[in-house]
């Protein structure tokens, strides 16, 4: 778990995200919790980790997304470095799209 959070706080959002059982709540949940540009970031970042997948170069991403290169290295190094997290969700949104 990353430093900065509190660990106590922090498991109540977690639980409540798990508790989410469809799209449709999620939606609602998430439109209530984040402001409309942090909900256009996130979908960026998720839209960039499905394209950098699909072995998408930088300059493609930009252009599909308009995300920074920065962001783009971002979720880039978050695929390959991070917490494992994008290792579990892309590869579930891709069966889902079979």
Known sequence: MSKFLDKQSSDALYRAIVSIQNEEECRK?????????????????????????QGLIYSEILEKTGASSATISRVNRCLHYGAGGYKIIVPRLKTEQE
């Open 29 to 53: 949940f998430l439109e209530d919790l984040c402001t409309v540009s942090e909900l256009k970031a996130m979908q960026q970042r998720m839209d960039v980790a499905l394209l950098l997948d």
